[in-house]
């Protein structure tokens, strides 16, 4: 079997995977490891090894963008602490755990070493809990902790990380304590310098495939150009997202948005399929090579799960509790954690692609390497299956307040955007068209019920008329090239019936 025809069939597994994952009430992240797991059992896989110097740039560097890029700013400044915290104390804690216990079962394994598996299991993906929780309706601002947290903990883990990686090659090096600061100051600078350079550089250019692939060339460039300066590729490539999704609003058109959204969201599941993949096919190789035998690594491994897993729930139940005892007589802007809350945030911590990433990474002849990234792999498959595939009849049990923060922000936007329009198009609305327009923009101003029937009779008449083009074109009235462009005219028309109507399920 030749690598193209492999790398065909693996994608199309990862599809099956994903279209199966709803239908069985499981994260697809979750399916996708078992299928990695199961790689390293079937007979003919060819072994792979990649570059370790290419992992986290090809794996991390778009995953941050992507989370970076979808973050608001302000709902993090609002939520600093239980993110600060999650981010923080929550990763340190669990950094420290785990090297405790790896150098525990393991003696002979050098205390840098350890301290590289804490980092590299201790940042939770965002991307499992996000595919189980899109399901139900959680408060806004337990969701922006979640996402704020996935974005910010991979910066402290892979900081760790490369202090512990850069012991074990000879000493700390560049990352002696001045230099570590640079390396925090500077990129975070060189993030948000580049988010400028960019936007001037794209400024008249035109949507297309050629925009797209730019940006992705830009992601890899910006933390290719971190790496070489010797600065936190990880802070740069964060701030180089936040930047430009703070800055490019008003800066791009409609179509070249579309394009780029469609792309990345396919480009994002793909990563994951390769991660998975990679990581499965590594697996053979490894349970061969490991000292003392699979069992004896398996026990390592389930170790290291079951600290992964009580650390973060021991700290976000004991955050939960310090801050309702210490506030509960206090006026606060946010709501107290509650119990059923706290145990909500503690078991969506999933590990996934930056954890098999950061273990893909690791240069030949670290010590114990074969066995940190085969318990890397166990502790993200451990989490996706055991907190994966229990999140769900969880959340059913768990009463939770509701918030409608959100949907009473875009009625808001949308109702003062429509008095603008009416208030500056005045004199425009003595023509038959403005008259049309007018009747359009006041439907907006219109109370909650009677915006909601006109937004469901809205949504009849699209149905009717896409029944109608279709009909049009298998009668042969009209061709192809017409019938697209007026699908897309009726998919964009669907969404501005109703914003608030939640989009049909996607492919992942």
Not at 115 to 132: F, N
Not at 202 to 218: D, N, W
Not at 402 to 416: F, G, N, T
Request: charged content about 15%; hydrophobic content about 55%; glycine content about 10%.
């Amino acid at each position: 079997m030749t690598v193209f025809e492999l790398v065909l069939l693996l994608l199309l597994g990862g599809v099956v995977l994903s279209l199966l994952a709803p239908r069985l009430g499981v994260p697809w992240p979750a399916l996708l490891a078992v299928g990695g797991a199961g790689l390293a059992f079937v007979p003919g896989m060819p072994p792979v090894q990649l570059d370790p110097d290419l992992a986290l740039a090809l794996f991390v560097a778009p995953i941050l963008l992507d989370a970076g890029y979808d973050t608001s700013p302000r709902d993090l400044r609002a939520n600093w602490v239980p993110i600060g915290s999650l981010v923080l104390v929550a990763v340190g804690l669990t950094v420290a755990c785990v090297a405790a216990v790896a150098h525990g079962l393991a003696p002979q394994m050098p205390w840098a070493a350890a301290v590289a598996l804490g980092a590299i299991v201790a940042p939770p993906d965002a991307a499992a809990a996000t595919s189980v929780l899109r399901q139900v309706r959680l408060p806004h601002r337990m969701m922006v902790v979640l996402e704020g947290e996935s974005l910010l903990n991979d910066a402290s883990a892979l900081l760790i990380y490369r202090v512990a990686v850069g012991a074990v090659a000879g000493g700390l090096g560049v990352w002696t304590a001045p230099s570590l600061v640079v390396a925090v100051v500077g990129g975070v600078a060189l993030g948000y310098g580049l988010a400028r350079l960019y936007l001037l550089a794209v400024a008249r250019l035109e949507a297309g495939p050629a925009s797209v692939v730019l940006q992705f060339l830009s992601t890899f460039g910006v933390w290719l150009l971190a790496e070489a300066m010797g600065l936190s590729a990880v802070l740069t490539m964060v701030a180089y997202a936040v930047t430009l999704a703070r800055t490019v609003h008003g800066r791009t058109g409609a179509r070249q948005r579309r394009y780029a959204y469609a792309v990345w969201e396919v480009a994002i599941f793909v990563l994951n399929v390769l991660a998975f993949v990679l990581i499965g096919l590594q697996l053979r190789g490894i349970l061969g090579r490991l000292d003392g035998g699979v069992w004896q690594a398996a026990g390592f491994a389930a170790a290291v799960l079951a600290v992964t897993i009580l650390a973060r729930l021991a700290w976000v139940l004991a955050y939960g509790a310090v801050t309702r005892r210490m506030l509960r007589h206090r006026r606060t802007a946010q709501p107290l954690p509650t119990v059923q809350g706290s145990v909500v945030v503690a078991w969506c911590g999933m590990r996934g692609i930056v954890t098999l990433a950061a273990a893909l990474a690791l240069p030949e002849g670290f010590p114990y390497r074969d066995l940190i990234v085969f318990t890397a792999f166990c502790v993200v498959l451990g989490t996706l299956v055991l907190q994966g595939m229990t999140l769900q009849p969880l959340l059913a049990r768990v009463t939770m307040a509701p918030d409608d923060s959100v949907a009473q922000e875009l009625a808001l936007a949308r109702r003062e955007s429509a008095i603008a329009v009416l208030a500056e198009l005045r004199d425009a609305f003595g023509t038959e068209a403005g008259h049309v327009l007018q009747q359009d923009y006041k439907a907006r101003l219109k109370p909650g019920h009677a915006a909601s029937a006109m937004a469901g009779l809205r949504r009849r008449a699209l149905a009717i008329e896409r029944a109608t083009v279709l009909g049009m074109l298998r009668d042969g009235r009209i061709g192809d090239d017409a019938y697209h462009q007026l699908e897309e005219v009726l998919d964009w028309a669907e969404a501005e019936a109703d914003p608030l109507q939640p989009d049909p399920p996607s492919l992942v």
